[in-house]
């Protein structure tokens, strides 16, 4: 038997009853960014893409925009090009004013904040999500030091409730029952030497 197997109590003339162990989770840090763009609302609009496909390393910034076709609350994740953690760029603790309105880009960072190309030599994956509403992301162990999110968290918010649990816990109005849908787009910026 396995450890973490529990056997089930039967009859004294019958054979245990082994329950097999839950199945490990199905996602994996390298598919967060797909599996978090497939459980978009398709029909919400969002468009996002990078000044520069290309950045050097040490030596460019990552500047991009963002463009919803709804008003809502921009939150943008990368996941850098050693693919060992998924981080929350924005909002932060320097720009923190994260709504967006309808068809009206953000161009980002904005003052305070930047993002210089610190390699290895890849590919980040990025993606803006558009919220309806305001979402709390601190399930998902996300640190306030460098919005970092912890891995194991997002695999127990995923096998909770699929995609939509890498999206952070959306701050519905009490009452409110249809609320925390999101559009989302994914962009990818290559860094080199």
């Not at 497939?38 to 040490?58: C, M, T, Y």
């Not at 994740?77 to 009206?104: C, E, S």
């Not at 980040?124 to 919220?131: F, P, R």
């Amino acid at each position: 038997l396995e450890p973490d197997s529990k056997i089930a109590k039967t009859a004294p003339a019958t054979e245990p009853v082994v329950t097999p162990p839950a199945s490990p989770s199905a996602l994996t840090l390298e598919r967060t960014i797909e599996t978090l763009h497939a459980a978009r609302e398709p029909a919400w609009k969002v468009s996002a893409r990078p000044d520069n496909a290309q950045l050097k390393i040490g030596k460019d910034q990552l500047r991009f925009s963002v463009a919803s076709d709804r008003t809502g609350y921009l939150y943008v994740f990368a996941l850098g090009t050693d693919q060992k953690q998924l981080v929350l760029l924005f909002p932060n603790a320097p720009d923190r004013n994260n709504q967006i309105a309808a068809n009206r880009p953000i161009d980002l960072p904005r003052t305070g904040w930047g993002v210089v190309a610190d390699g290895p030599p890849g590919t980040n994956q990025l993606i803006a999500i558009v919220s309806d509403v305001p979402r709390d992301f601190t399930g998902l162990g996300l640190s306030p030091l460098d919005g970092t999110l912890d891995f194991a968290r997002l695999r127990l918010a995923f096998d909770a409730v699929g995609g939509k649990g890498l999206a952070g816990s959306p701050q519905c109005p009490a009452g409110e029952k249809n609320c925390g849908v999101f559009g989302a787009a994914i962009f990818n910026v290559e860094e080199v030497r």
